[in-house]
């Protein structure tokens, strides 16, 4: 199984992933998760993104293409993968075809913009489990509140900068899949169980 999860930020598709490479035994390729690792690592190419993922914008296409065409090479995506997070660009999707990756499902996961908003300011992740919260909607347990992280990138000010580059650069993507009949449209608004109940009936 080889498939994309497109959608804005704090749509949830880092949640969902989670449940759904269980489920298909396949590795989650996050390229948020890949940067913030190198930022964290402190790598030439983790200063140079973290000057873009700060104020919320998106990270140049030839930095993100090489990391990526490099991790879909490694043994374990030879099954197949789940990429959240790329392609996030038209020149990005066509690195992808250029380098003959083939693909099985594009879902793209609808969340309105308000929404979104308060999603992003409330989430904060654990460092320790990889398990992502949220305030309001997912309350942490109070034991491991002092360790949890809230990302640099989920204020609202940088949530509203993703959100214009979501609806710029990366839902032209969506009709470039759409044309493949690759794409499977989900409704991303209800509780995380109901959402894995859509995108399990919609792979179905
Ligand atoms: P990235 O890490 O990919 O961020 P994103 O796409 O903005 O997505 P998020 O991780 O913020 O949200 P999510 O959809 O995974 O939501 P989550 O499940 O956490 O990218 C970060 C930055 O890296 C970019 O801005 C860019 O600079 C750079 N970058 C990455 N890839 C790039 C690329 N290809 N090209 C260029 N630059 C790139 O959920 C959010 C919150 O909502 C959580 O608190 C969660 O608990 C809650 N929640 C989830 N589902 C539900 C639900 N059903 N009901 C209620 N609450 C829910």
């Keep these: 199984m080889r498939m994309i999860f497109i959608g804005p930020p704090g749509a949830g598709k880092g949640t969902q992933a989670a449940r759904l490479v269980e489920r298909f035994a396949i590795p ?102 990889g398990e992502i919260y949220h305030l309001q909607f997912n309350p942490p347990p109070a034991e491991i509140m002092s360790r949890l992280v809230h990302r640099k990138d989920d204020t609202e000010e940088a949530c509203r900068t993703r959100l214009g580059a979501y609806h710029d650069q990366t839902s032209p993507i969506i009709p470039f899949y759409e044309a493949r009949g690759l794409v499977k449209r989900v409704n991303g608004v209800g509780s995380p169980d109901e959402v894995t109940a859509r995108i399990t009936a919609a792979l179905a």
Excluded: N, W
């Design 28 to 129: 989650h390729i996050s390229t948020g998760d890949m940067f913030r690792a190198a930022v964290k690592a402190g790598t030439p190419m983790g200063k140079e993104a973290d000057r873009y993922m700060k104020a919320g914008q998106l990270v140049p296409d030839e930095v993100v293409i090489g990391m990526v065409k490099e991790r879909i090479a490694e043994p374990d995506c030879s099954e197949g993968f789940m990429l959240d997070g790329f392609p996030r660009t038209v020149p990005q999707a066509e690195a992808l075809d250029a380098a003959g990756v083939g693909l099985d499902v594009v879902l793209v996961l609808e969340v309105d913009d308000e929404l979104i908003v308060s999603r992003i300011v409330g989430r904060r992740s654990d460092p320790e489990t």
